[in-house]
């Protein structure tokens, strides 16, 4: 199995870009599934239907979130089983932190979990996978750990390597140079990156970003427009072991991009 999972998604610009990418990348990689992070795919932070349905019509088959996952308060978007939100929120929160691909000659279980270092304190996310790796009964699992610390993230790669197909990391916008594959059997990226204005501050515009991190005051960011940032990584997967056989990051400039 090979799939492609792109990092978080900013906003309109963002969302327009995965949608003209990421059908031609899956193509380009031979991939038989594409996953994504939605978590600020709406205009002005986090998801709504609006941009769900975006990034289905992109090609998405599943779509995980993070801390800003109920920013806009649409509770309801996480009825649908394929918009995750991360594991280790309360049980009472809206929707699930785990979806079960059914591809039919094999499965693929995708779980969403949330950092906690200078994060949301969720409960223990690495109390939270033990639980939940109980339940699935695929071998090809890929975790989207959404995280600050660069620690967590390796911490949590080692501490799953070899029970999971892949951890990747989301959250911080900038893509690493990491990757790997643990003991010959986990795919690792601490950070997958981010799908948004190439002019940009992790994709908020850039004059707006020196002005909060210049004077410390409290400013209305806005999105980066296009030209995008387009990043994702490229996984393949023997779907008898669940073993991750290859990782390749992506990374492009839509600005470099010929058509």
């Known amino acids: 199995m090979k799939l492609l999972m792109f990092g978080d998604v900013v906003g309109d610009a963002g969302t327009q870009s995965f949608r003209k990418h990421a059908p031609r990348l899956k193509r380009e990689y031979g991939a038989e599934l594409v996953i994504v992070n939605g978590e600020n795919s709406a205009a002005g932070n986090g998801i709504t239907e609006q941009s769900a349905q975006q ?18 308060r649409c509770d309801r978007i996480f009825s649908d089983p394929r ?33 906690t270092a200078f994060m949301t304190p969720l409960d223990n996310p690495f109390s939270v996978i033990d639980s939940l790796l109980e339940t699935v009964d695929t071998p090809n699992i890929l975790v989207d750990f959404h995280a600050e610390a660069t620690a967590e993230k390796r ?25 790997e594959i643990l003991d010959g059997k986990t795919g690792y990226l601490t950070d997958v990156g981010m799908n948004g204005g190439e002019r940009s501050v992790l ?29 994702a990584v490229c996984l393949e997967i023997d779907t008898k072991s669940g073993i991750c056989t290859k990782i390749d990051r992506v990374f492009a400039r839509e600005s470099t991009i010929i058509l």
């Open 83 to 115: 918009i995750l939100r991360p594991a280790n929120y309360p049980g009472d929160a809206p929707g699930s932190g785990l979806y079960v691909l059914d591809c039919g000659r094999f499965s693929l279980a995708v779980i969403n979990l949330m950092g």
């Open 203 to 231: 994709g908020v515009q850039v004059a707006q970003a020196v002005e909060k991190q210049r004077f410390h005051r409290p400013v209305q960011f806005q999105e980066a427009g296009a030209p995008c940032l387009i990043n």
């Open 155 to 179: 911490a949590m790669g080692w501490y799953l390597s070899g029970r999971v197909s892949a951890v990747i990391g989301t959250h911080t916008h900038v893509q690493t140079a990491d990757e």
């Open 55 to 72: 990034l289905f019509a992109g090609g998405a088959d599943v779509i995980t979130t993070g801390n800003h996952c109920f920013r806009r």
